[in-house]
């Protein structure tokens, strides 16, 4: 197989930070097989990493208009991190929410930065009985509509131990070392979605041996582990039910934190994410091989289904705008 890495003296549109796509570089062409190819022509597969970003409708001009993403879009793959994810480009995502998310298409990977390094400093640790049903501590505005609502129902109750922040990824010291604290002390860690339905708060759960109960609809979980046997998934819809539906679950809470913990240390631990990013990567391009065209990616590009799912058509924008200004 043959790769052509994109940066940013290939493109504008790739990421700046190089130092992803350098790490998978290095570890793709460990794979037999795999070889590095300059000329995007005669390449399998063109890998980008995109910048961070909230993409709009726009980003398709973009992607039309740029002489090696255009001409060769059907054998593009993006290695996305952003937190609302168009899923436009074939490749492997963080956060790309089920009603984007093609499995022909498109491959879902667990988050690689870890900005609490406390958490993996617990990593395996025992710990002692749990104090309550359920526990998160989080900030609401990310999704006021399930967090701020678990909030309103929970936060007065002693089954649980909900806590509001006004903190995003600059907690200090007293803060990482209490959300771990929070963590450990509940029967199971409590996981809504934030900016998107996919939260850093589902592996660090897994890797402190407590069960994560997904609340997001949206999440879709990256491949390997058997989800089902460490974890609960609870529609959004059913937040008011959640006493009841964790309290069916308790007696297996030990059994469960233990196999979420077996499950980040064989799929989803730090030593393991650059190489789960490849396979992800290699897998995703094996299924696309000699599939597709430019012309076929602009027509999904601007299709309805896309710009929908997206909230890129015009009654949504409208709708997203006057909701802007009314929270002013």
Request: hydrophobic share 40%; with cysteine.
């Amino acid at each position: 197989m043959k790769l052509r890495f994109l940066k940013p003296d290939s493109t504008p549109l790739a990421s700046t930070d190089t130092s992803l796509i350098e790490s998978l570089r290095a570890e793709l062409l460990k794979r037999p097989g795999v070889v590095e190819e300059e000329d995007p022509a005669l390449a399998d597969a063109l890998v980008i990493r995109e910048p961070w970003a909230f993409r709009e409708w726009r980003y398709i001009d973009k992607l039309i208009a740029d002489p090696v993403v255009g001409r060769f879009s059907h054998k593009v793959y993006s290695v996305n991190c952003d937190d609302a994810a168009a899923g436009l480009l074939r490749g492997i995502y963080n956060c790309l929410p089920r009603s984007r998310f093609d499995p022909t298409l498109h491959a879902a990977t667990p988050f690689l930065s870890q900005p609490n390094e406390l958490v993996f400093a617990h990593a395996g640790s025992s710990r002692g009985p749990a104090a309550f049903l359920g526990t998160w501590r989080g900030n609401p505005k990310s999704n006021r509509r399930v967090r701020g609502r678990l909030l309103d129902l929970y936060a007065a109750s002693t089954r649980f131990k909900i806590e509001s922040t006004e903190s995003w990824l600059n907690h200090g010291a007293d803060e990482k070392l209490r959300y771990v604290e929070l963590l450990r002390a509940g029967q199971f860690s409590l996981c809504p979605g934030g900016w998107a339905a996919a939260s850093m708060r589902i592996f660090e759960s897994m890797a402190l041996g407590v069960a994560p109960v997904i609340l997001a609809d949206e999440f879709v979980e990256p491949a390997g582990p058997d989800w089902q046997a460490f974890s609960l998934r609870v529609r959004e819809r059913d937040l008011g039910s959640l006493e009841t539906i964790l309290q069916a679950h308790s007696g297996r809470h030990e059994e469960m934190g233990a196999r979420a913990y077996e499950a980040w240390k064989q799929h989803f631990h730090p030593d393991l994410l650059i190489g789960y990013y490849a396979d992800a990567l290699l897998g995703c391009i094996r299924a696309n091989a000699g599939s597709g065209s430019p012309d076929e990616d602009i027509e999904r590009w601007r299709s309805r289904r896309m710009y929908k799912a997206n909230g890129w058509t015009t009654p949504q924008r409208l709708s997203n705008k006057l909701k802007r200004l009314l929270r002013v």
